[in-house]
């Protein structure tokens, strides 16, 4: 990459700019006005525009700070020092003309805060992954391998990687396989068991659980894999104080017919060539409070979206943290699983 590939027109969508930050991977863009560098925008800035003010289709313009920091060519050794002060990642270089002609990124040299996640993880592991056959034919979806390991494993490892230590595994199709499984690997992290009678859905399993989760906690499907910065979305969540905090992703669809809408009396009353949706959708990722654990009935089965509307029509505080479409990969589906297998032999 270089550095053309950081710089977005201040005319650009916000969907442009989500967009490229999926696809350099760096979390910053740097805005031009006229072919000069005069904004910074962040997946940060974009977040917290959505959460605000929900306009999918606003400008750079409206969202970018026009106060960016940078650094001048004859001080580039001093960047490191200055993003360490400033909290930044990342710091354009210019020159006299304050054209960007280069960017220093703190990870480039593998400094790294330490990972504090310290978080139990609930993994929703019962299902009978239909949707999978005929590979749950032999194996129960969470051992389903992408690339070398299981997604399940995938999903651990990378919580892992933040911090956590404390895995809950509610299980019920082929519980057997996935206890031997991970009994016989090696880990350094404590693996939990809740065994399903008979199906609760995606969210009465966690009534197994009363008793030994009495922290904020992180809930997440067995067929999914976020890359976002997870202490990031529990800090927001605890500074929310939300009783449960939804991942949602942007999805971004268009629809390759003309759409006719028709009114009342047969007629046509709009033609769309082609239209295109965003929309944020439930990836299947939550963070909660245990609060909720101890107010489920027993052995009762209730889908995790169902126990949300019932907390929100009692007006606790459900919130939601908004990633990008290119963040959220899912494999419920066979086409989504063999995208999720392309993609990490891609980034490993």
């Known amino acids: 990459m270089n550095v053309k590939d950081f710089l977005i027109d201040e005319e650009a969508t ?18 031009e006005k006229n072919g000069k560098f005069v904004a910074a925008i962040t997946d940060g800035d974009i977040r917290r525009w959505i959460l605000k003010k929900g306009n999918l289709e606003a400008k750079v313009k409206e969202i970018a700070n026009y106060n960016p920091k940078f650094i001048p060519e004859k001080d580039k050794l001093a960047a490191k020092d200055i993003m360490r002060d400033l909290s930044i990642e990342a710091l354009p270089v210019v020159n006299e003309d304050k054209d960007i002609v280069s960017i220093v990124f703190w990870n480039d040299d593998e400094i790294t805060k330490p990972k504090n996640l310290d978080a139990p993880v609930v993994i929703m592991a019962g299902g009978l992954g239909t949707r999978l056959y005929p590979y749950t034919k032999i194996l129960p979806k969470p051992l389903i391998p992408i690339g070398e390991i299981p997604i399940a494993e995938h999903i651990i490892n990378r919580f892992h990687d933040y911090g956590s230590n404390q895995f809950h595994l509610i299980v019920n199709h082929k519980k057997n ?15 939990n068991y809740a065994d399903e009678d008979q199906p609760l859905g995606t969210g009465g399993g966690l009534s197994l659980l009363k008793g030994k989760i009495k922290s904020t906690f992180i809930l997440t499907n067995c067929d999914i894999l976020i890359e976002e910065d997870y202490e990031k979305i ?8 939300n009783l449960v905090t ?9 629809i390759p017919y003309g759409v006719i809408e028709i009114n009342e009396t047969g007629e046509i009353e709009e033609m769309k060539e082609k239209p295109e949706f965003s929309f944020f959708t439930n990836t299947g990722m939550y963070i909660v409070e245990p609060k909720v654990i101890d107010e489920l009935e027993d052995n009762t089965s209730i889908g995790f979206p169902e126990i949300i509307e019932k907390y929100k029509g009692a007006g606790e505080k459900i919130g939601v943290y908004p990633i990008s479409e290119h963040a959220w990969l899912d494999m419920g589906q066979i086409d989504e699983m063999e995208k999720m297998r392309k993609r990490l032999e891609r980034d490993e």
Do not use: P, Q
């Not at 989500?18 to 863009?29: H, R």
């Not at 939804?246 to 268009?254: A, D, E, F, Q």
């Open 246 to 254: 939804m991942v949602c992703s942007l999805k971004h669809i268009r």
């Open 177 to 191: 396989m996935i206890k031997a499984y991970f009994n016989e690997i090696d880990k350094t992290y404590e693996m």
């Open 234 to 241: 529990y800090d927001y969540h605890k500074k929310e104080n």
């Open 14 to 31: 916000m969907l442009v700019a989500m967009a490229l930050l999926d696809k350099i991977a760096k979390k910053v863009l740097f805005v």
